[in-house]
């Protein structure tokens, strides 16, 4: 049977982790990590400020065995075993067993340095050992998430790597499954979802850039410096052409390599696939999922509804287009051939040169059809004059601003996507995008969720620039225990009061004013009057409160905002906890950080993906959409 386990590997921790038991190693599947002991835990021992029992190797723990087998036959008790670390163990009786641990020497083991030297607890089994053990995570897996990090290797305000915050999100993923989907669960409809990080920090950092950073960062405030070159510069690598690429090419190649792993590990598996990113992470996946190619399928199907949604078809579009390349003098070469847009951007060098085009104009068009196929769906401004239009023809050799950089394809087609805490908005306006198509969608991805705390200073909105002429807010996120917290609504609640006794002083010093500014009436009119007085004071307080902000966000109508989640809502922003809404600069930051462990999160992230496959809450939250 040893010989048998020499080869078995098992794996553990929903198969994130493996397991060899020859070697009693437990190796990390997915990601790097340093390799972890796994003990056979047979004898234990424990301090008195210990919270839990500590397992001896398994090679005295033999020791321990056969001396305690010994004592049990022949009757022999208070021997004293003394293992090769001068520890010493005297088994006094079956039920006390007591180990004395050198006083200068340290543990492994995490014991505390004031229990050295004070005798220890010792037992055998696991009887009567108040732990408890995990029953494991559900063995059916709906769905996969890679989650992408931001700047720097720290994700969290406690300073932990992506793979420990990523490992909250799921827990947190797994505790929410069961509080609001245990009908599905109960009838096997739901599993669980999986969340893989991806680290791309790592890599950016051993291409040899820390040395030359060294060279030149000044040794003052050496600690302050040291961290702006480990955190923030990578907003500063990312707009660097060649660092972007190196970035985009870790991301697109570790999200790949990490899908094609988990088939390989899961051959079941049938669920899709969704990314997340957090921070700077959002955006390299948006620029990546923006230079997704998509099938011809769907292409058709884009340009089929450009033309129905443009004001110019056909021939008259491509004339435009020659006119805007001071080209006017071809527009029949084109006319004669029944050349309309489509057909323009089907159109090679060869095509071209048989319409008898000279090689100037030939060379311009194709730069032309080159570049608007690569944001073809983006628009700057629809209302802009001309000049504004050919300024704008700038950026769409590198996507709109985006740095040049050859932008890898995934293997597969996310289904949604999910940005915490993300500046996209801001980097998109900064680089000179003034709107997005309503009609666009990312090419390969038909779901968007753009999720923020109020807080977040580095969070952005996408909704308006879709939509810029109308003033709405985001949509608020429910809270994972339905209703909205206690502050918020007592905050609204004070708010409509307060207007609504703004109105009802308004009204009355209104009328107040009227009558005395109005010139003096016999009796019986001051009678009449005073009766008019009083309908419009209470005529006021209908009309006037309607006005009222609160009133009109509550009952917002429904807004097109595109297609770039499939006409739904894009924009979600979080409830502020109670003692984040006395200073919302004391949490600014973490309001950046808070994700990983946001129940609210988490929920919407669970409430989308099974949506897609028609499971929905056991009970509907209040105010989703």
């Known amino acids: 049977a040893g010989k048998d386990q020499d080869g078995v590997v098992v794996p553990t921790s929903g198969g994130r982790y493996d397991v060899h038991l020859r070697t009693r190693q437990r190796v990390a599947v997915y990601w790097e990590e340093e390799v972890a002991e796994v003990r056979r835990c047979t004898w234990f021992y424990k301090g008195d400020k210990d919270n839990k029992f500590i397992p001896y190797s398994e090679s005295f723990s033999e020791e321990l065995e ?21 520890e010493v163990i005297i088994l006094h009786n079956p039920k006390l067993m007591v180990h004395y641990h050198p006083a200068a020497s340290s543990d492994d083991w995490v014991s505390t340095p004031t229990e050295q030297g004070r005798p220890r607890t010792v037992k055998r089994g696991v009887e009567n050992i108040a732990v408890e053990i995990p029953n494991g995570e559900p063995l059916q897996i709906d769905h996969l998430v890679f989650v992408v990090h931001g700047i720097g290797p720290a994700c969290d305000i406690r300073f932990r790597s992506i793979v420990q915050c990523v490992n909250d999100f799921r827990n947190v993923s797994l505790s929410m499954l069961q509080a609001h989907f245990r009908k599905a669960q109960e009838q096997q409809q739901v599993g669980r979802v999986e969340f893989l990080p991806v680290n791309w920090h790592s890599s950016l950092h051993s291409t040899g850039v820390d040395v030359d950073l060294e060279r030149i960062t000044l040794p003052s405030i050496n600690r302050l410096r040291h961290f702006i070159n480990d955190t923030i510069l990578d907003v500063f690598f990312y707009n660097s052409s060649t660092y972007c690429q190196t970035i985009v090419d870790t991301v697109a190649s570790e999200m790949n390599r990490l899908h094609q792993l988990f088939l390989q590990r899961n051959p079941q598996f049938r669920g899709g696939v969704s990314i997340a990113g957090h921070s700077l992470g959002s955006l390299i996946l948006f620029d990546l999922l923006t230079n997704q190619k998509a099938d011809p399928e769907e292409d058709e199907h884009c340009a089929q509804g450009s033309r129905t949604t443009s004001s110019m078809g056909g021939i008259e579009e491509v004339k435009e287009i020659l006119k805007k390349l001071e080209m006017s003098e071809y527009c029949e070469a084109f006319e004669k051939e029944k050349m309309d847009r489509q057909a323009l951007f089907l159109c090679t060098e060869e095509n071209l040169k048989e319409m008898g085009i000279p090689l100037g104009p030939r060379m311009k068009i194709l730069h032309y059809i080159s570049s608007k196929t690569e944001r073809k769906v983006w628009s700057r401004s629809l209302h802009g004059d001309s ?10 050799d590198v996507g709109l601003g985006q740095v040049s950089a050859n932008y890898p394809q995934l293997n597969y087609k996310p289904t949604i996507f999910f940005a915490f805490g993300s500046p996209i908005g801001m980097f998109l306006t900064v680089r000179g995008v003034k709107r997005i198509d309503p009609n666009y969608s990312l090419p390969t991805c038909k779901g968007f969720f753009n999720i923020f705390h109020p807080f977040d200073p580095v969070a952005y909105r996408i909704e308006p620039m879709i939509v810029p002429d109308l003033e709405f807010e985001p949509m608020l996120l429910p809270h994972h225990k339905g209703r909205k917290r206690m502050h918020l609504e007592l905050k609204e609640g004070l708010t409509r009061m307060s207007v609504d006794l703004k109105n009802n002083l308004l009204g009355s010093l209104r009328v107040a004013w009227q009558s005395f500014t109005r010139a003096p009436v016999p009796a019986l009119e001051a009678g009449s009057t005073e009766a008019e007085a009083e309908a419009g004071t209470e005529k006021q307080p209908d009309t006037k409160p309607e006005e009222s902000p609160a009133a009109v966000k509550e009952e917002t109508p429904l807004i097109n905002v ?31 950080l808070c994700y990983w462990e946001s129940e609210d999160t988490v929920l919407l992230v669970l409430k989308e993906i099974y949506q897609t496959q028609g499971i929905t809450l056991d009970q509907p939250l209040p105010g989703s959409q």
């Open 562 to 592: 595109g297609r770039l989640n499939r006409g739904n809502r894009i924009d979600y922003v979080l409830q502020e906890k109670p003692i984040e809404s006395f200073n919302e600069y004391l949490f600014a930051l973490q309001g950046h």
């Open 66 to 86: 056969e001396a305690y087998m010994i004592a049990v036959t022949l009757g022999e008790w208070k021997k004293k075993l003394e293992s090769p670390n001068r």
């Open 387 to 396: 000049s504004e239009d050919v300024r704008s023809c700038q950026y769409r």
